[in-house]
């Protein structure tokens, strides 16, 4: 199965973004200081990836969940991110969440507006009787 | 892009979801992603740019511009970064890779973008360049981690 190159890369201007946030404002990243950490992003999904996967087969399941990357984290020693990520997660969490309440309260408000039509229409033909 | 108004909203991640998906998916064993999995993972992938970008920018030298050579050097050095460490190897000096190319037998390729004797914007009298290209294929790289050893040996 041929994959170009670059589906398996992230993008670098991008990475170089996020990059430049945790710097000061002046400083300059070099072309293949930009590429490297790009390739080194790239390669830390897979890593993560495969840390998540174990764990997920570990407890016989097919699909990566949450706590699946939490835990990969410990386990490949990059426990400095965990707080940060489930405080997000939190967030990401709430969010899924008002939408699918927006969703439904879209649905509930088509359903009465349809039901107070139908019931318009069978009040005319109580009239004409 | 369909969907966006006058209220802007404040992005959750900033990494191609898409892009972090089809990755994730060509690790051989995986089969499904949760979506927690797959936000997490991108978000994750963020705070490590953060954590390599800072460090790498702590040990430089100057300053004013993170180089290569910043990052390879936190990636050789930190233990953390050990899943990395074969494909960001440290540079090494032209003059270096000469000699081990005639020990060697092979013929010296030279970078397109700079000559021997263009030494932009370095300071340093040595002819000393990033050898090593990230964007080559790994096979390429693989030549050039041979080429550290070497010069390991034989100092």
């Known amino acids: 199965m041929a994959q170009s190159f670059d589906d398996l890369n992230l993008p670098n201007a991008v990475v170089t973004r996020i990059a430049k946030e945790v710097l000061p404002e002046n400083v300059s990243i070099g072309k293949e200081a930009r590429t490297a950490l790009a390739k080194a992003a790239s390669v830390f999904v897979l890593y993560i990836t495969s840390a998540s996967n174990a764990l997920a087969t570990k407890n016989n399941r097919k699909t990566i ?16 991110f965990v707080e940060h990520l489930k ?14 309440d927006a969703v439904v309260k879209q649905k509930l408000q088509k359903d009465g507006e349809s039901n107070c039509a139908a019931s318009n229409d069978n009040a005319d033909e109580n009239d004409i009787q | 892009m369909a969907g966006r108004k006058g209220k802007r909203e404040k992005k959750l ?8 998906k089809t990755i994730m998916k060509s690790s051989p064993e995986v089969e499904n992603i949760g979506k927690e999995a797959l936000f997490l993972v ?19 030298s100057n300053k004013q511009e993170l180089c290569y ?24 000096t032209f003059s270096q890779y000469k000699e081990l190319m005639v020990a060697k037998g092979l013929p ?12 932009k914007g370095r300071k340093s ?3 000393d360049f990033d050898y090593f290209e990230p964007e080559q294929s790994y096979e390429d ?10 010069i390991k040996e034989s100092k």
């Open chain 2, 69 to 92: 050579s910043d990052v390879a050097e936190i990636v050789q050095t930190n233990e953390i970064m050990s899943f990395i460490k074969e494909i960001m190897p440290r540079t090494i």
């Open chain 2, 108 to 119: 010296i390729e030279y970078e397109s973008s700079e000559s021997e004797s263009d030494v």
């Open chain 2, 125 to 127: 009298n040595e002819e």
């Open chain 2, 141 to 150: 790289s693989e030549n050039v981690f041979e080429m550290e050893d070497e």
């Open chain 2, 13 to 20: 991640v900033k990494l191609p979801e898409s892009r972090i």
């Open chain 1, 87 to 100: 405080e997000n997660l939190e967030y990401f969490k709430k969010i899924q969440q008002e939408k699918k």
């Open chain 1, 65 to 80: 969940n949450g706590l699946d990357v939490i835990e990969a984290m410990h386990e490949t020693d990059f426990h400095m």
């Open chain 2, 42 to 60: 991108n978000k994750a992938t963020e705070f490590f740019i953060h954590y390599l970008a800072k460090s790498a920018h702590a040990i430089s």
